[in-house]
């Protein structure tokens, strides 16, 4: 029995297949695991494709096939660079203490700021911010958007 408003919790299986919450389903206590010090770390393609760059806290979800094949062109280097700096940094938030991650972290922003000029050199500005060192805000509304481009396709 649910405690709050003493309805009655079905005696049937709740099936998670189809797409919504089952009546029968339970009010849910959230965990993550806690992190220990220099946790080991995925490459960033497994990262990027498993959901997080730690393997402790690794909980597999669906990856659609279009994702894995998406993986490995210009943006999504940068796209898991990106990923890889947020989360060293929720980690650093939590043991700001760990030199060696933080090391990593500074490294890793180098390698995006890298990659993101890069990119932005051939395909035009990702974000409106980016426009600000061209000189020139017609820069940012030149299409293709970014999201409207073929990966590895160039203006």
């Given at each position: 029995?649910?405690?709050?408003?003493?309805?009655?919790?079905?005696?049937g299986t709740c099936d998670d297949a189809n797409g919504i919450l089952?009546?029968?389903?339970?009010?849910?206590?959230?965990?993550?695991?806690f992190q220990q010090k220099n946790p080991k770390r995925y490459p960033q393609q497994e990262a990027l494709a498993t959901g997080t760059l730690f393997p402790g806290l690794d909980?597999?979800?669906?990856?659609k096939q279009e994702v894995k094949?998406?993986?490995?062109?210009?943006?999504?280097?940068?796209?898991?660079?990106?990923?890889?700096?947020?989360?060293?940094?929720?980690?650093?938030d939590t043991h700001a203490d760990d030199s060696e991650a933080f090391a990593l972290y500074q490294q890793y922003a180098?390698?995006?700021?890298q990659a993101?000029?890069?990119?932005?050199?051939?395909?035009?500005?990702?974000t409106r911010s980016a426009v600000a060192q061209s000189g020139d805000?017609?820069?940012?509304?030149?299409?293709?958007?970014p999201w409207e481009q073929m990966e590895g396709g160039s203006r």
């Amino acid at each position: 029995m649910y405690p709050k408003n003493q309805t009655p919790v079905s005696s049937g299986t709740c099936d998670d297949a189809n797409g919504i919450l089952p009546a029968c389903a339970p009010l849910a206590v959230p965990y993550v695991p806690f992190q220990q010090k220099n946790p080991k770390r995925y490459p960033q393609q497994e990262a990027l494709a498993t959901g997080t760059l730690f393997p402790g806290l690794d909980l597999p979800f669906r990856v659609k096939q279009e994702v894995k094949q998406a993986l490995g062109g210009p943006l999504a280097e940068l796209q898991a660079l990106e990923f890889v700096l947020l989360e060293l940094a929720l980690y650093l938030d939590t043991h700001a203490d760990d030199s060696e991650a933080f090391a990593l972290y500074q490294q890793y922003a180098d390698m995006e700021r890298q990659a993101r000029a890069s990119y932005e050199a051939v395909n035009g500005p990702l974000t409106r911010s980016a426009v600000a060192q061209s000189g020139d805000w017609m820069e940012w509304l030149k299409n293709p958007w970014p999201w409207e481009q073929m990966e590895g396709g160039s203006r």
